[in-house]
Nanobody
Framework: QVQLVESGGGWVLPGGSLRLSCAAS????????MSWHRQAPGKGRELVAT????????NYANSVKGRFTISRDNAKNTVYLQMNSLKFEDTAVYYC?????????WGQGTQVTVSS
């Protein structure tokens, strides 16, 4: 059974930072592509960042490029999203995702609120 559990969300001032964590079970994160998505109120789910299993290649949405960094700690079987220089428009529920065994798997989400 694949399970992804996000944590680390919360409230932060504009310009601040948060680090989100995605703890995985049922898969080894080093062997599968792992992604972060987000969904703001009234909007569809948006791909934010991906880290691939081969060569740790990463990809980012233009809106977060240069501010967010996706990484993984294989010893802890955990994927992270370091979020710096946060903006109002980054407010959303953030979800961890993987594509494995021919299916998409999602975490329950963690809320990030950027406000003054």
């Amino acid at each position: 059974q694949v399970q992804l559990v996000e944590s680390g969300g919360g409230w932060v001032l504009p310009g601040g930072s948060l680090r989100l964590s995605c703890a995985a079970s049922g898969i080894t994160v080093s062997r599968y592509p792992m992604s972060w998505h987000r969904q703001a109120p009234g909007k569809g789910r948006e791909l934010v960042a991906t880290i691939f299993s081969i060569d740790d290649v990463t990809n980012y949405a233009n809106s977060v490029k240069g501010r967010f960094t996706i990484s993984r700690d294989n010893a802890k079987n955990t994927v992270y999203l370091q979020m710096n220089s946060l903006k109002f428009e980054d407010t959303a529920v953030y979800y961890c995702n993987t594509k494995a065994y021919g299916s998409d798997y999602w975490g329950q989400g963690t809320q990030v609120t950027v406000s003054s």
